[in-house]
């Protein structure tokens, strides 16, 4: 098949990476790929080096943003249309909601293609004005009834879609957004120089966040149980980077507790599975996510992992494989980690378990199958 992905940005993130590993995926299976994406550009890093090594065609398009700009967003959905004509694919299949709302339309007015959009995400929820939530869930609908198939990385994005009116039922599928889990699986050789150069106290109990420091993300919740906490045993490990660093550093320091934090920046995704593998308890405190890649990869690690019970964290995270709170629950993400310092056998056991359930849900050839028997179907070929 010929198959054209879109994106708004190829950035570090989960929604690149599941791209990513999709367009590597089919490529090896034999189908002609291209992505087309908008400029690599903030705060979090970038995967387009990687996009551009992959053997398949990329092209950047410079007026794809993630911000709303009308005029600017008229001259990317105009040049979509005139890639997709040019490239005639069999499957046109966005990412994200910028991209997913002007390739869908574009795919639409060219005509002849499938149309399959990935929910990572959504754009409208509880923390966003009442105005912007219209808005955008009405860009969302026209968009669906455009749209063959739609890709779900979590029940919960199917069921929050379908209650605000975005598509049918019967147009929904849920993909995990997979891994390659076999990197997170084995302990690294570098995961001991890891600790040793953050420096940390011998019988450190390590709790880590994996996400962009940007709003929603639940950095204070984490800087508050650590206030809680009289144990300095447990410190605390931020990887990642965004505009609220400053912010998140100066509350640390004004609370007295800087000894007990480690800030990473920017971690490329191979130095990962070292990073988890370095630490103890996986801990996830974000307001809003489809579903986080980190608590898989940090349950293949054999971390027990603590996360606010939002969108598709149940899927993955329960009595078994960790724990699971109300969102801002602040006295019990204390309680949670406390308990689990406390305990290294609970910890060994929580672990074990997370790791035998996401070997398999998170594989990445898993993944690439799914989405390869979709377009199948969608083709109407089931071979």
């Not at 599941?18 to 087309?36: D, P, Q, Y």
């Not at 019970?309 to 709170?325: F, K, S, Y």
């Not at 990445?364 to 109407?380: P, S, T």
């Amino acid at each position: 098949m010929n198959i054209c992905h879109v994106i708004t940005r190829m950035i570090l993130g989960g929604a690149q990476e599941n791209t990513l590993l999709t367009c590597e995926g089919l490529r090896a299976r034999g189908h002609e790929v291209t992505l087309i994406t908008g400029p690599a550009i903030g705060p979090e890093g970038e995967l387009l080096s990687r996009a551009r090594a992959g053997g398949y065609r990329v092209i950047v398009l410079d007026s794809l943003r993630r911000e709303i700009r009308p005029g600017r967003d008229r001259a990317a959905a105009a040049e979509l249309r005139r890639l997709l004509a040019e490239i005639g694919p069999d499957v046109m299949h966005s990412h994200s909601s910028k991209a997913g709302i002007l390739a869908r339309r574009a795919a639409a007015k060219v005509g002849g293609m499938k149309i399959v959009h990935t929910v990572h995400g959504l754009a409208f929820h509880r923390y966003e004005s009442w105005l912007r939530n219209r808005l955008y869930i009405a860009l969302e609908r026209a968009a669906a009834k455009r749209t063959d198939a739609i890709i779900s990385v979590a029940d919960a994005m199917t069921a929050q879609a379908l209650a605000a009116g975005v598509g049918r039922a019967e147009q929904y599928t849920t993909i995990y957004s997979a891994m390659e889990v076999e990197a997170f699986l084995q302990r690294p050789r570098k995961t001991d120089k890891v600790r040793a150069a953050m420096k940390l106290p011998r019988k450190a109990v390590v709790v880590t966040q994996v996400s962009r420091l940007a709003e929603l993300k639940g950095h204070e919740f984490i800087i508050e149980a650590a206030r809680q906490i009289p144990d300095e045993r447990v410190c605390f490990c931020l990887v990642g980077d965004g505009r609220l660093r400053g912010r998140i550093e100066s509350q640390i320091a004004e609370l007295g507790l800087a000894k007990r934090f480690r800030l990473t920046g920017l971690v490329s995704p191979d130095r990962i599975p070292a990073l988890l593998h370095a630490s103890d308890i996986l801990v996830h405190c974000s307001l809003r996510e489809g579903l986080a890649r980190a608590l898989p990869q940090a349950m293949l690690a054999g971390l027990p992992v603590v996360s606010f019970d939002v969108d598709g964290a149940r899927e993955v995270v329960d009595a078994n494989t960790g724990i699971l709170l109300a969102p801002k629950d602040s006295p019990g993400l204390k309680l949670a980690l406390e308990t689990l310092a406390d305990c290294p056998p609970l910890r060994k056991q929580l672990g074990a378990a997370g790791q035998a359930k996401c070997r398999e849900m998170f594989d990445h050839n898993r993944m690439v199958d799914q989405i390869e028997a979709l377009y199948r179907r969608l083709m109407g070929d089931e071979q």
